[in-house]
C-alpha cells in the first residue's frame, strides 16, 4: 500500500492485528527508493510492527524537483525528519545513505531504537576506502565539482552495489536506480555530515557485511566504535543485503534485537 506525507511517498505494510509495537521507518540510501525495503515491509508487519518506507524527494516521482542538482543533505534530513514526525515515534532504520540520515535523525529527536545497515559515514570517518570506491569517484569528477546529477554506470553499480546478485536482478535493480546530486554525494564523502554522539540515547544497531565494497566492515566498525554501538558483521552479504538471496536471516535478527530493545527501553 502507498500513502503520501508531505508530499512523499511512502509504502507502508501494515499487521493483520491491532498494532502492539511501534512503527518502523526505513529509509534508503543513493540511488534507491522505497522499494530497496521491499522484503522488510512485509516481513516486520507479520511480526508487529506497522512498516513504512519513504522515497526521498526526487526518488520514484516523490515530491517531483525541477532541478535535483540543488538537493542537499539537509533536504533530505528535513524528509525524513517530516515523515518520522507524522508517524509519531518510529524506530528509525537506514541502509547506506539513508544509514547517515538515520544517524542525524537519532541527535536531533528521541527515537525507541534506530538500525544502521551498512551506513554512510559521518564527519570524521574517512568514507573513500575502497579500491573500486575510488577509482569510481575520480570518473565522476566532474560531476561532483560541477554539480551535476551522478548516476553510475551498469558496470560500477555491479561492481560496488550488487555484486552479490544474479546478473538478472542487477539487471532489474539497475534498472530503478535514479539519479542523486553530485555535489550532495561529494559532501557526504569529503566534508561529512556531522553527528553528535553524545546527543544520541536511543539503543543503537550497526551492521556491516564482509562482501560490501562501497561501505566496508572496517568503516562500519569505525561507526559503530563512534556511538559505542552494537556491531554485527553479516559474512557473505554485499552492499545490498536488504535484497540479496538469504536476507530473511539478517531480517529475523534484527527482529529479535528490536523486541528485546524496545521490551528493555519501553520508551515508545
Known amino acids: 500500500m502507498q500513502t503520501t506525507i508531505a508530499g512523499l511517498n511512502v509504502l507502508t505494510a501494515q499487521p493483520t492485528n491491532p498494532a ?3 512503527p518502523l521507518l526505513f529509509v534508503h540510501g543513493l540511488w534507491g527508493g522505497a522499494w530497496n525495503w521491499e522484503n522488510y515491509l512485509g516481513f516486520f508487519a507479520e ?6 518506507a519513504l522515497d ?14 540543488k538537493i542537499s543533505i539537509q533536504d533530505y534530513i528535513t ?13 528509525l532504520v537506514g541502509h547506506s545513505m539513508g544509514g547517515l540520515l538515520v544517524q542525524k535523525l537519532a541527535e ?26 575510488l577509482k569510481t569517484s575520480l570518473r565522476h569528477l566532474p560531476e561532483f565539482l560541477l554539480g551535476r546529477p551522478l548516476l553510475p554506470n551498469f558496470a560500477e553499480a555491479q561492481e560496488l552495489l550488487l555484486n552479490n546478485l544474479s ?6 535493480l539497475f534498472a530503478r536506480f535514479v539519479p542523486e546530486p553530485g555535489r550532495l554525494i561529494l559532501e ?28 566496508p566492515v572496517a568503516m562500519v566498525r569505525k561507526i559503530a566504535q563512534k556511538y559505542r554501538a552494537e556491531m554485527w558483521e553479516c559474512p557473505g552479504f554485499a552492499h545490498m543485503c536488504l535484497l540479496e538471496p538469504g536476507w530473511e536471516r539478517i531480517a529475523t535478527n534484527i ?14
Open 255 to 268: 527482529c529479535d534485537w528490536l523486541d528485546a530493545a524496545i521490551v528493555s527501553h519501553r520508551n515508545y
Open 47 to 52: 511480526r508487529g510492527y506497522p512498516a513504512y
Open 56 to 69: 526521498l524527494r526526487g526518488h520514484s516521482g516523490s515530491k517531483p524537483m525541477p532541478d535535483i542538482s
Open 108 to 133: 536531533l529527536r528521541q527515537s525507541p531504537a534506530a538500525i544502521l545497515i551498512n551506513p554512510a559515514a559521518p564527519r570524521g570517518i574517512f568514507a573513500v576506502r575502497t579500491g573500486p570506491l
Open 20 to 22: 502492539t509495537k511501534p
Open 167 to 172: 546478473l538478472d536482478q542487477q539487471q532489474q
Open 188 to 215: 557526504i564523502a569529503l566534508l561529512g555530515l556531522p553527528v553528535n554522539a553524545q546527543n544520541i540515547t536511543s539503543p543503537l544497531l550497526v551492521i556491516g557485511c564482509s562482501a560490501d565494497n562501497i561501505t
Open 79 to 91: 524528509d525524513v525528519r517530516v515523515v518520522a514526525e507524522e508517524l509519531g515515534n518510529p524506530v
